[in-house]
Nanobody, 117 residues
Framework: QVQVVESGGGLVQAGGSLRLSCTTS????????MGWYRQAPGKQRKLVAA???????NYADSVKGRFTISKDNAKNTVYLQMHSLKPEDTAVYYC???????????WGQGTQVTVSS
């Protein structure tokens, strides 16, 4: 069973920055893509940013230009650097690892990000 662990959430003022980390128990090379999702209270979980095994990235329109997803293959870690944070970015952020070959998705437990106005 693959373990996915997020860290780096917290409370920050609007305009501030945070960096989230997601580490997997297995090599991230085994996943065709990894992504960050977020879920605000009463809302559906939505994709924030994703990165493929080849390094291609995509972002939700609401975070383009402010958030950057990256990975360190040697550390089996994916990062989400967040700048210019807004109160509407407040949510629980989840890391996802997708194994297309096995048809499995692995999720972390989530990390809370709270942006105060």
């Amino acid at each position: 069973q693959v373990q996915v662990v997020e860290s780096g959430g917290g409370l920050v003022q609007a305009g501030g920055s945070l960096r989230l980390s997601c580490t997997t128990s297995g090599s991230i090379f085994s996943f065709n893509a990894m992504g960050w999702y977020r879920q605000a209270p009463g809302k559906q979980r939505k994709l924030v940013a994703a990165i493929t095994s080849g390094g291609s990235t995509n972002y939700a329109d609401s975070v383009k230009g402010r958030f950057t997803i990256s990975k360190d293959n040697a550390k089996n870690t994916v990062y989400l650097q967040m700048h210019s944070l807004k109160p509407e970015d407040t949510a629980v952020y989840y890391c996802n690892a997708n194994d297309r070959v096995l048809g499995l998705d692995y999720w972390g437990q989530g990390t809370q990000v709270t942006v105060s106005s």
